[in-house]
């Protein structure tokens, strides 16, 4: 795994959930499958999670006809506070990042700090970009009341 911390990006966000509903949301197939890489524009999904320390994790996103394939491993697992995982599109680099992911209660809802390592030179907005996406899915998603 590569870890650069020059190279990291950083994201924090404020959520209208409960700690262990935000946390939950990252583990739970189900939940996970409805807004982790995944797209308004996709055509079909598949998420495998192994929700444990060393358990693995892959996503498949279709879109376009293509397969996006998103894999990684769990590398600590503290519910629901911070969870830490190794994060790879092997299609595009056969680097491994790691993402962290600190959760805080806040009043009644919660701040997730995210922080991804070894992303690249160059690769830091199209990230950021993404993850915000992502976020704002995960908000809809809690909004809706699953999760």
Do not use: C
């Not at 092997?90 to 070894?118: C, H, K, M, N, Y």
């Amino acid at each position: 795994m590569t870890s650069q911390a020059e190279d990291a990006v950083r994201l924090t966000r404020k959520f209208n959930a409960s700690p262990q509903r935000l946390f939950d949301a990252w583990l739970d197939p189900d939940l996970a499958g409805k807004w982790l890489f995944t797209s308004a524009s996709s055509e079909s999904h598949s998420t495998l999670i192994d929700a444990r320390p060393g358990g693995a994790w892959a996503i498949t996103d279709r879109r376009e006809g293509v397969d996006y394939t998103a894999v990684g491993q769990y590398l600590e697992i503290d519910p629901p506070r911070r969870l830490v995982f190794s994060f790879g599109m092997r299609q595009f680099s056969p680097i491994l990042t790691s993402v962290i992911v600190e959760i805080a209660p806040d009043g009644e809802g919660s701040v997730l700090t995210l922080t991804q390592d070894g992303v690249g030179a160059g690769a830091e907005s199209a990230t950021k970009d993404g993850w915000l996406k992502m976020f704002e899915a995960l908000e809809a998603l809690l909004a809706r009341g699953e999760g």
